[in-house]
């Protein structure tokens, strides 16, 4: 692969540049006789700038041997993988990715209605526990490769479409309504405390019997009880019955029909759904959930940015950021001062889709108009109550009749948002530059 092989040599290239440049920057520096520097603002900006630059060089020239090496496995998948031969260890067996189709018509219960041409078990039923070797969310692993199931994932993403509760780390529940506390302001008053004060509390320690003890003082906190239900998000879909006998079909009809519905129905709730007792609460939704909107004067990325700011100094760390596909467009074809892409490059390296070091996830169910920054996991927590599963019944209405089957995929899951100023919904403002 020469190209790759080209690209990773001329990243190198550059930043033996960037490195000579720091090293001459440096020793510039005026040195003082105790030992210490002078170092004028220029100089000091300078050093930064080749420094950013060097760290981001060295980011992609990584980013691309990881896709170089990625392509070697996909071009040889008869050789034992690179990867596998980490410390000495040979993998056993091939990587098999299951997707939940490819679970449904592996199911006991799937073949069991085929081994009896689907007449004496009209009902089929078949739960997916909810893995994904990318992502934790959908799917499962049931080989080793590559060293780890994560490893694998690099080659899954591209047909596996990335969604919000993909940003959440994994949890599940078995209550069917989850009671918390959300916490609505936080007033910090922690301070030093010396050992003892003089009389009045304040002045310092007189040594004698009236002085007073140091006393802590009191922070304040105010929560406020919430219950959270765990929801179900299903769907039905008709379909004829001879799509039981092709299974190659069967599973593109259950992946890219019926999961697919769930899940984007489920990054809508999370982000929209109204609250009524029995529904999610979405995170627009929510109260205490900060705003921004963007200045004309920033790029979008920059809008971005200063919108993680606001939960920054709130105390708490975002970990990702949700836009529509259309605004992703802006993000990453925007073009820094020398006309180049600031995010395309990345990305086209092998590179997660990042901004701000934050994971994106871009998706229909957010508006053009708004993006969504926030500390997923600490700030909100998504509960999977049942997994996705997958019905198959002929016995609906007229199906006999008709030839045909119904087949129904659900789920159930609850948000919990204990600390909603760790999220910023942003409004995006056009930039006039």
Same mark, same amino acid.
Do not use: C
């Given at each position: 692969?020469?190209? +790759? ?50 760290? &981001? ?7 691309? &041997?990881?896709?170089? &090496? ?8 008869? *050789?034992?993988?690179?990867? /596998?031969? !980490? ?29 009896? /041409? ?71 008053? *922690? ?22 003890? /140091? ?31 092709? &299974? ?23 982000? !929209? ?14 109260? /205490? ?47 820094? +001062? ?45 509960? +999977? ?49």
């Amino acid at each position: 692969m020469p190209q +790759d092989k080209s690209l990773i040599n001329s990243l190198k290239t550059q930043l033996a540049e960037k490195s000579a440049e720091a090293e001459r920057i440096s020793q510039s520096f005026k040195v003082e006789d105790n030992g210490g520097f002078v170092v004028s603002t220029e100089q000091a900006n300078a050093f930064k700038k080749v420094s950013a630059d060097a760290m &981001e060089l060295k980011q992609l020239i990584a980013d691309a &041997e990881g896709l170089h &090496e990625v392509k070697q496995y996909l071009d040889a998948p008869d *050789a034992t993988p690179a990867a /596998g031969q !980490h410390y000495g260890q040979q993998p056993q067996h091939f990587t098999e990715g299951k997707s939940l189709g490819d679970m449904f018509v592996e199911s006991d219960a799937f073949k069991r209605a085929s081994e009896g /041409g689907f007449r004496d078990r009209p009902y089929v039923r078949a739960e997916m526990e909810g893995k994904s070797i990318f992502s934790l969310s959908a799917g499962s692993v049931t080989h080793q490769t590559l060293g780890s199931a994560q490893n694998l994932g690099i080659s899954e993403r591209e047909f596996r479409k990335f969604h919000i509760r993909d940003l959440f780390p994994k949890s599940s529940t078995k209550q069917a309504v989850l009671y918390g506390a959300r916490e609505t302001g936080w007033t910090n008053n *922690a301070k030093q405390v010396k050992e003892r004060y003089a009389a009045d509390g304040v002045s310092p320690a007189t040594g004698a019997d009236t002085d007073t003890w /140091g006393r802590a003082p009191r922070s304040k906190l105010s929560l406020v009880p919430v219950m959270y239900p765990v929801a179900e998000i299903a769907h039905l879909i008709d379909a004829h019955k001879n799509i039981l006998a092709d &299974e190659p079909r069967l599973k593109t009809f259950i992946n890219s029909r019926m999961i697919e519905g769930v899940k984007y129905q489920e990054d809508w709730d999370l982000l !929209h759904s109204v609250g009524d007792g029995q529904s999610l609460t979405g995170i627009f939704n929510t109260p /205490g959930v900060q705003q921004y909107s963007g200045l004309s004067t920033d790029k979008y990325s920059v809008q971005i940015r200063r919108s993680i700011t606001k939960a920054l100094l709130a105390e708490y760390d975002p970990t990702g950021i949700v836009l529509s596909p259309t605004m992703w467009e802006y993000v990453e074809v925007e073009e820094d +001062d020398t006309g180049a892409f600031r995010v395309a490059l990345q990305i086209a390296v092998g590179a997660k889709k990042q901004v701000w070091r934050l994971n994106v996830v871009e998706t229909t169910a957010m508006a053009d108009e708004n993006f969504l920054v926030g500390a997923f996991g600490l700030g909100a927590q998504l509960h +999977d109550r049942e997994a996705v599963s997958v019905t198959v019944s002929s016995e609906n209405a007229d199906n006999f009749e008709k030839g045909l089957i119904t087949v129904r995929a659900d789920e159930r899951v609850a948000l919990e948002i204990p600390r909603p100023e760790s999220f910023v919904i942003g409004t995006w403002t056009q930039p006039t530059g």
